[in-house]
């Protein structure tokens, strides 16, 4: 498809509604109108869409593309999170550019046959040689792909970070190499103080924040409240984005209330991960074995900005995966009790408007001015889409079809 002028007709829109009619120019959404009311079917570029699903691209906002394709070389016997970390961080020093490169390249390829659009990952800082190869392979692909989809990296910093790592990382954040710093202070010695650093980064440079924390089942793991206080005293808000924060199930209801609250009051974003969520959490547990996940109904419900990301794609912290966020959305549905329709319609909110509002993505949306960024589906609404896990997708960007991907069947002659 090169047409500049392309007319979508008889598309569902999500949230339900009368059949509308996308009209696209130049890779830009210039109009949005009731399909009746919409242009004939002998103008040119048109497509009648047949009462498809269309939702804008979806957004993957926590991904780990270099640790992406490693699992089985790679296992994980206890199905821990630490023997996880473990197992890659001793693989490491063996890795090299181009073995990142092809894997990336085979997960970003998954992800766009499902219809995601934007990825943020998550790079490993490891070793200065590590994170150089991390930062080249990254480069390499986002240019690969930059027809296809919008790609963001942030560069995790290492627990015990020595001076040369910090001076490695904002090396690479002033010369945006990296669009933002993470980490996982909660596996530092001194969280608290290893927060207090990350921010100083963070603010002298002038760029966000995406931590993991409190990735854990342990409730006295709770370094959540203090990253509040840290944004509101840094005037973060709407710049931090906190990932996994699983040991808020496992707390007392009073207790995670209030966190909440200041969770909320703080602006933070909340990124739920529920396909390693649910394999890696609860080891511990015997008979009755917890969710693992976050409260993300509670949070959804408060008003807290709650998106769902891939994660980990075939790899020691999670060895399944197809790097589609409709069956994380699906996998969100079940571990967090959310099935009413509005839910469904949350849920996908989840995986394409909320992670782009936190990654504040510019001209995101089905609406005039909107980039033409979507993905087409072959069922009716969320709880469809859900339910069905359709199989057959076209995957668009800025007005240009990326992947189609047919469902074929055929039965046999009894």
């Known amino acids: 498809m090169n047409n500049s002028r392309l007319l979508f007709a ?123 190869k991390a930062v080249e392979a990254y480069h390499t692909v986002k240019e690969r792909f930059r027809r296809e989809l919008d790609l963001q ?39 608290e103080r290893q927060l207090d650093r990350l921010f100083d980064m963070a603010v002298s440079l002038d760029v966000d924040l995406d931590l993991h924390i409190d990735e854990s089942d342990d409730p006295k793991v709770n370094h959540l409240p203090y990253l509040c206080r840290k944004t509101v005293e840094a005037h973060y808000e709407g710049r931090v984005i906190a990932g996994h924060c699983t040991s808020l199930s496992a707390m007392e209801e009073s207790e995670a209330l209030e966190i909440m609250a200041a969770v909320k009051e703080a602006g933070i974003g909340i990124v739920t991960l529920p396909a390693c969520n649910l394999f890696l959490q609860g080891r511990q547990d015997k008979g009755l074995v917890r969710r693992g996940l976050t409260r993300v109904k509670q949070l959804a419900g408060m008003g807290v900005p709650v998106a769902i990301g891939s994660d980990n794609v075939r790899d020691p912290f999670h060895p ?55 993905v087409l589906l072959d069922c009716e609404d969320a709880g469809s889409a859900l339910a069905v896990q359709p199989a057959a997708r076209e995957t668009w960007k800025r007005g240009r079809r990326v992947c189609r991907v047919t469902e074929s069947v055929t039965w046999e002659e009894p």
């Not at 015990?160 to 710093?181: F, H, T």
């Not at 509005?342 to 001209?363: C, D, F, G, Q, Y």
């Open 153 to 191: 990296a942030v560069l995790m910093c290492p627990p015990c970070m020595d001076e040369e790592a910090e001076a490695v990382i904002r090396r690479a954040a002033a010369d945006g190499a990296i669009d933002a710093i993470g980490g996982a202070p909660h596996l530092a010695d001194a969280p």
């Open 320 to 374: 399944y995966g197809n790097a589609d966020l409709l069956h994380s959305a699906l996998l969100a549905s079940y571990g967090a009790h959310m099935t009413t329709e509005e839910e469904m319609n949350k849920l996908i909110a989840m995986i394409t408007s909320v992670p782009a509002a936190l990654l504040r993505l510019e001209h995101y949306g089905l609406r005039p001015g909107g980039r033409a960024d979507f």
């Open 10 to 132: 008889n598309v569902r829109l999500p949230g339900g509604g009368n059949l509308k009619t996308i009209e696209v120019d130049d890779g830009n959404i210039i109009r949005v109108s009731d399909a009746a009311a919409g242009p004939q079917t002998d103008q040119d570029g048109y497509m009648d869409m047949g009462g498809r699903l269309l939702l804008p691209g979806m957004v993957d906002i926590h991904m780990h593309l270099d640790k992406a394709m490693t699992w089985p070389a790679l296992p994980n016997a206890s199905g821990t999170l630490l023997e996880a970390i473990r197992r890659f961080a001793d693989a490491q020093p063996l890795m090299e550019t181009e073995d990142l490169i092809e894997r990336m390249t085979r997960t970003i390829r998954l992800a766009l046959r499902h219809g995601t659009t934007t990825i943020r990952t998550h790079l490993d800082y490891g070793s200065p040689s590590y994170c150089a």
